[in-house]
Every structure is written in structure tokens, then in C-alpha cells.
């Protein structure tokens, strides 16, 4: 596969988050898909992965994720964006947070790889600290 398929198959897991439809993900993520996250160790596989979507659709419903940058190279994609969205769901883990109401803005990168046509496998990263500091979770950094 081209760069090009490759570039075109993350516009379309954007897609994916910003209308919280977790069907495309069976043709766009491989069926062995694994999502590296310090962040997310409920999140290893491709059924992890729709079922973060889905939550997170129950967190921000309003959620859009911008690609910002991007960078390709032979069967990798360098991707920076942001998130924005408004807080109206109740987080659950680690330990129950009530729903704010309050909108963010928060970056992330991620690298992807790909093989045969579909995301084999992605490392992911994301500004947590400043979505909770916006939330009112953290004090604001001094």
C-alpha cells in the first residue's frame, strides 16, 4: 500500500472518532491491531479499541479530533492533533469523576504502522493532564 492509502485510511479513523461509528474500524484496524498507551492498559486490541470510542462518545458527545500535522514514511504516519469537545459524561476509572460540563482542548500524537491495507499497530500519547486541569481535576500548573 501507498503512502497515500495509508494517509487516506487515518482520514477515515478520524471520521470514525468524530461521529463516535465504530463499524468502519473492522476494515481499517487489522484483526491483530495493537494500541500501545502508558495511559490506556485496558486499551490492547482492536474490540478494546471501538469500545474507547464508544466511551469516549459518552464522555464528550460533542467530540472532534483536527489532524494538526502529519508525517509518512514507508509503513509509518506521524500524526499531531487536537482534541476539543465538552465534558458531559461521568468518568469511571480510576476513580469515579463527575461530569463538568466544561469544554477542552487538549493535544496528543500518535505513530501508526500499517500493513496489507489496515493499522497493524499504534503508539499513542496525549496532553491528560492538561484535559483534567481544564476539567478542574489538577490545579492548574503554576
Not at 493499522?119 to 499513542?124: A, G, H, R
Amino acid at each position: 500500500m501507498s503512502i497515500e492509502n495509508n494517509m487516506e485510511l487515518l482520514v477515515r479513523l478520524n471520521e470514525c472518532w468524530n461521529q463516535g461509528n465504530v463499524a468502519p474500524l473492522d476494515e481499517i484496524l487489522a484483526p491483530d491491531y495493537i494500541h500501545h498507551d502508558p495511559g490506556r492498559p485496558d486499551v490492547r486490541s482492536r474490540e478494546d479499541y471501538k469500545r474507547w470510542v464508544t466511551e469516549s462518545h459518552g464522555l464528550f458527545p460533542d467530540l472532534q479530533i483536527i489532524g494538526e500535522d502529519q508525517v509518512a514514511e514507508a509503513d509509518k504516519v506521524v500524526t499531531r492533533w487536537t482534541f476539543h469537545g465538552t465534558n458531559t459524561g461521568a468518568f469511571e476509572t480510576p476513580a469515579p469523576l463527575p461530569a463538568t460540563g466544561k469544554k477542552v482542548a487538549f493535544t496528543g500524537m500518535n505513530i501508526y504502522r500499517f500493513s496489507e491495507g489496515r493499522i497493524v499497530e499504534e503508539w499513542f500519547l496525549e496532553d491528560t493532564m492538561g484535559m483534567l486541569r481544564q476539567l478542574g481535576f489538577m490545579p492548574e500548573a503554576e
